[in-house]
C-alpha cells in the first residue's frame, strides 16, 4: 500500500524501524516542475527522507534542507504534522550538470529542522561529504544523535521509497555475549539491503519490504501513517510577502502590468491582487 509510513521493531531486539512508499504524495511534488531525471531522482529520495523522519510528529513539523554551489543550489522537503508533504529543487533545470545524487549540490550542507507549534525551531547541520542522500543522514544521526542509523532510499518519476534502521542503546544489564548477538544480528539485517537494487526497493510493497528486511525475525508493527501533499501556501503569506517588498515596489508593477501575481513554487496557486487589494496591503491597520 503506497503513501504510507510504517513503523516497526524487531521482536527481542533493540531494533526499530519505518518503511515508506509514496505514490500519488511524490507525483504530486514531482509534477510540478520539469525535473530532469537526475534531479528528480534526489528531490524524491530527499521527500522519503522526510517522511520517514517526520512520521510520530503530531504537530510542528521536520524541514530537510539542501544549498550547494553545484547544478541543484537548493532543495528543501517539508513534513507537516507527520503526514502532510511538499517540496521543491532549484533550479529545476531539464539538463543539469553532470552527477548524480547529492554530486549535483557540489560544495554545500544539508540541514534538519524540527519546528514546534510555538515557532521554535532546532537545526542539525552535516557537510554533504557523500555523494548519497543517505550517507550524508547516516551521518547526521552518527554525530548529533549518536544513534546507530542505516537508511536505503530509491525514486523514480512516479515513486519513491525508504527504510530507516535504527539501533537503540542496549540494556544497561546486558552481558558481553548479548551484546556480541546484537551486534551480528544489526550487521546481518542491514546486509539483506545493502545489495538490494533501487528499482527492488521501489517494485516492493510495503508489507514485501518488511518481510525482505525481516528474514526469519519477527516484527512488531504499530499503526501506519498516511502520507499526502499538502501546501501552507496562503494569500495572507503572500500578502506578507509583497509588504516586504515595499508599498513603492509593489504599487509600481500594478502601474506596469495592471495587478500583482503572487505564485507558490510548491503548489503552483496564483493569489491576484489589482489596485485596491495593494493598496489595502499598505493601508493602516482600522
Not at 1 to 26: C, I, K, N, Y
Not at 49 to 59: I, M
Not at 245 to 271: A, P, Q, S
Amino acid at each position: 500500500m503506497s503513501d504510507t509510513v510504517q513503523p516497526f521493531a524487531f521482536v527481542g531486539w533493540p531494533m526499530r524501524g519505518r518503511v515508506v512508499v509514496l505514490g500519488e504524495a511524490w507525483r504530486a511534488i514531482h509534477e510540478r516542475q520539469p525535473y530532469s531525471d537526475a534531479v528528480g531522482s534526489l528531490l524524491g529520495e530527499m521527500t522519503a527522507t522526510v517522511a520517514l523522519l517526520g512520521q510520530g510528529l503530531k504537530s510542528g513539523g521536520l524541514i530537510l534542507q539542501l544549498n550547494g554551489d553545484g547544478a541543484v543550489r537548493s532543495a528543501m522537503v517539508e513534513c507537516r504534522e507527520g503526514r502532510l508533504l511538499r517540496g521543491l529543487a532549484r533550479p529545476p533545470a531539464r539538463n543539469p550538470a553532470s552527477g548524480i545524487g547529492l554530486e549535483l549540490a557540489g560544495e554545500g550542507r544539508l540541514a534538519i529542522t524540527l519546528q514546534s507549534p510555538h515557532g521554535a525551531a532546532y537545526q542539525g547541520l552535516v557537510a554533504i561529504a557523500h555523494r548519497e542522500l543517505a550517507r550524508c543522514v547516516e551521518a547526521y544521526f552518527s554525530t548529533s544523535e549518536q544513534l546507530p542509523t542505516r537508511l536505503w532510499l530509491a525514486a523514480s518519476s512516479t515513486r519513491a521509497s525508504g527504510v530507516l534502521l535504527q539501533r537503540l542503546p542496549a540494556p544497561a544489564s546486558g552481558r558481553g555475549e548479548d551484546l556480541e548477538d546484537v551486534e551480528s544480528t544489526w550487521r546481518t539485517i542491514a546486509a539483506r539491503f545493502d545489495t538490494l537494487p533501487s528499482q527492488d526497493l521501489l517494485a516492493n510493497d510495503v508489507r514485501g519490504l518488511l518481510r525482505r528486511l525481516a528474514g526469519t525475525e519477527a516484527l512488531r508493527l504499530a499503526a501506519s501513517t498516511p502520507i499526502a501533499f499538502s501546501c501552507s501556501c496562503s494569500r495572507e503569506r503572500s500578502s506578507n510577502a509583497l509588504k516586504l517588498m515595499g508599498r513603492t515596489e509593489v504599487l509600481k508593477v500594478v502601474e506596469e502590468d495592471h495587478e500583482v501575481l503572487v505564485t507558490c513554487e510548491f503548489c503552483g496557486t496564483t493569489y491576484r491582487y489589482d489596485a485596491i487589494d495593494a493598496e489595502l496591503l499598505f493601508a493602516p491597520v482600522g
